[in-house]
Each structure stands twice: as C-alpha cells, then as structure tokens.
Nanobody
Framework: QVQLVESGGGLVQAGGSLRLSCAAS????????MGWYRQAPGNQRDLVAYITNGGSTNYADSVKGRFTISRDNAKNTVYLQMNSLKPEDTAIYYC????????WGQGTQVTVSS
C-alpha cells in the first residue's frame, strides 16, 4: 500500500508563502494524477489542485493565480507552492490521487494569520 507523507506547513501571515511537499512510496506514483486537498474544521475535504501524469494542472477558483502544483516523478513527490496566502486558506492539507484511492497521510497544518 502506498504511503503518503505531507510536510511544509506552518504559521504564516496573510500575504506570505509556503511550499508543501508530499512524498509517496511505491512505483505507481508516476502513473497517477495527483491532487492536493484541504480540510478546515467542520468542513469537508475539498480538492484544491491537481496535476495529471502528463503535467496538466487544474485549480479550484479560490486558489487560482495564487497556488501552483508541480510534481517530480523521479522523487515520487508532488508540491504545492502557495503564495499570497489568506486566512481562509487555513486548513490541514493532504495529497492523494485524483480518485482518492490511497490511504490518507497525516496531512500538514497551514495556518494563516490576519
């Protein structure tokens, strides 16, 4: 079973930046479209951005123009560069395949202060 380990979260002021990383074990990473998801307290876990195995990307309207997803198949890692952060971006961030087929990791907390 593939294991996912997210990192890079933290506390940042509004307008700041963070870069999240998600490392996956196993050889099937490169075959899958990968997504970044986030879940704020009391909310469902929503898709924020995804990248196909061919490198095409798509973003939720709420983050378009501020977040950039990328991947390094040689390192089995997907990244999320987050700029111009807003307090409403505060959440736990997770990665998974676009079909959510792997077990979830522990996530990484992002807190944006106003």
């Amino acid at each position: 079973q593939v294991q996912l380990v997210e990192s890079g979260g933290g506390l940042v002021q509004a307008g700041g930046s963070l870069r999240l990383s998600c490392a996956a074990s196993g050889s099937s990473f490169r075959l899958n479209a990968m997504g970044w998801y986030r879940q704020a307290p009391g909310n469902q876990r929503d898709l924020v951005a995804y990248i196909t195995n061919g490198g095409s990307t798509n973003y939720a309207d709420s983050v378009k123009g501020r977040f950039t997803i990328s991947r390094d198949n040689a390192k089995n890692t997907v990244y999320l560069q987050m700029n111009s952060l807003k307090p409403e971006d505060t959440a736990i961030y997770y990665c998974n395949t676009l079909s959510r087929q792997w077990y979830w990791g522990q996530g990484t907390q992002v807190t944006v202060s106003s």
